[in-house]
């Protein structure tokens, strides 16, 4: 099991030519989601529609972090013998260990339930690999369980996110290493091929030899890079890495060089940062930054969230002024008619008061005595009034009798002419008499006023009455 460069395999575009752009082959597997998420009747997925759209992003998201990892629809037996078309993810996931980079074969499963419940992860060792024996969160079929996938919570957690914790994991720990030559299903040779490999490891490492140590690509620099060493070097195979570099037939000791060799690369070894501690150290800080960035997100968001609800809070407080101001104004006009309404009360009770006490006096009334002028200019104004509407009503009544065919037209326009004559005389002699009556007010307003003036001045009014006498 060699390091080997990630691949760069999409879900639907085996065929592509490999000069296409990212943007292209995310846009050819959004296409692709989106067709396959889209169908219906028997070969509808069977994922939840308010759902669909998330677990498209999720993919894509993973995509294109890992794109070594492809998507596709294929057939899943559970384990009470339900076949089910899901999506899956498959491809590698590459991993670190002990500065040297390899590719983890994997398989993710999105389940019915996916994205509220956690998706199933297996590994899928090629011939030349077997799994680790008593690997704590790799089972002996493959079926994987982290800590991320235990505490899975939806929809905080994701496809992308859960790669990254399986990277880590299995650069602490791998649990795939090559197979040995003469390896055979059986625990007990299995254990013994194993105790005689730490062994082998034990005598080398005491002679002198030295451990493994590979360049770190994370951290780059002279220090972390392999010493040059000759073809009668000790050399461990990049297989035997995988289980911490103690794998049975992963050592071999070249001839008599290999202790001096040794030598050198242990006196070199110890001036330099032993690579796991680089490593590890290397892949907490990266591991905090992601963190740090996540959080700075999610800050963010929050952030964004509390402005639009501050703005929201404004609006909806100057809508409440708003609003507070138009009850105020409301409850004023309806005091207003309130009091109107008392207002008019009170005075429909004192005119029905009047009416009750004056009920009977209107029947010896003599409406032509009603009205009593104050003087001649008066009485003369009010006999022309009267006669000039009497005249109104005369024409009037010859018009309905004209109309009705009871008048010939020759004897209205007499009688109409005669009438017409005479209500020009009684107009005439009404706009005489309120010429009359307006000289007489502004005499009787002039008298007044000089009366006024004499009054308040006493030389005034000594020789007023000088000249009076």
Not at 112 to 141: C, N, Q, W
Not at 242 to 252: E, H, I
Not at 344 to 363: A, V
Request: proline share 5%; aromatic share 6%; charged share 20%.
């Amino acid at each position: 099991w060699a390091p080997s460069p990630p691949l760069r395999g999409r879900a639907g575009c085996a065929g592509r030519a490999g000069g296409d752009s990212d943007e292209e082959e995310h846009g050819s597997l959004q296409q692709y989601l989106a067709g396959v998420l889209s169908q219906g009747g028997s070969n509808a997925l069977p994922y939840a529609e308010d759902v669909k759209w998330g677990v498209r992003q999720q993919l894509v998201d993973l995509n294109a972090e890992f794109p070594s990892l492809s998507v596709g629809v294929s057939n899943f037996t559970h384990n009470d013998g339900r076949v089910a078309r899901l999506l899956r993810c498959e491809g590698t996931a590459p991993i670190y260990f002990q500065g040297r980079k390899y590719n983890i074969p994997l398989t993710i499963w999105l389940l019915e339930g996916y994205p509220r419940s956690p998706p199933r992860v297996f590994l899928t060792p090629t011939k030349d690999m077997i799994i680790k024996a008593s690997h704590k969160m790799v089972d002996a079929s493959g079926f994987v369980n982290t800590p991320y996938l235990q505490q899975w919570s939806f929809p905080v957690s994701n496809l992308r996110d859960l790669t990254h914790t399986l990277c880590i994991h299995f650069g602490q720990d791998p649990p795939l290493f090559a197979k040995p030559p003469n390896w055979k299903n059986d625990q007990a040779a299995n254990a013994q091929a194993q105790a005689n490999a730490n062994a082998n490891a034990n005598a080398n490492v005491g002679a002198g030899g030295s451990g493994f140590q590979a360049y770190n690509p994370m951290v780059g620099g002279a220090q972390n890079r392999p010493q040059a060493a000759s073809s009668n070097e000790q050399r461990i195979d990049h297989g035997g890495a995988g289980t911490g570099g103690t794998s049975g037939s992963g050592v071999n000791q070249g001839g008599s060089n290999a202790n001096n060799s040794g030598k050198n690369n242990s006196g070199n070894a110890k001036d330099a940062t032993p690579p796991l501690e680089v490593f590890r150290s290397t892949a907490v800080d990266a591991l905090l930054k992601r963190v740090v960035a996540s959080f700075g997100e999610v800050q963010r968001r929050v952030n964004e969230q509390m402005d639009e609800s501050l703005a929201e809070q404004a609006v909806l407080e100057e809508r409440s002024k708003v609003l507070g101001d138009l009850a105020s104004q409301l409850a004023r006009e309806r005091d207003k008619l309130d009091d109107s309404v008392h207002q008019y009360g009170s005075k429909s009770l004192e005119l029905e008061m009047w009416l009750e006490k004056n009920r009977d006096t209107d029947k010896d009334i003599d409406l032509d005595n009603v009205f009593v002028p104050s003087d001649g200019f008066t009485r003369q104004a009010l006999d022309a009034m009267a006669k000039d509407m009497a005249i109104d009503d005369a024409m009037y009544s010859l018009e309905q009798a004209l109309l009705g065919d009871a008048l010939e037209p020759e004897a209205y326009l007499k009688q109409v002419r005669t009438l017409a004559r005479k209500q020009f005389y009684h107009r005439a002699l009404c706009s005489k008499i309120a010429s009359s009556q307006q000289q007489l007010s502004d005499v009787a307003n002039k008298t007044q006023q000089q009366e006024q003036v004499e009054g308040g001045h006493p030389a005034v009014r000594k020789a007023g009455s000088w000249l009076r006498l």
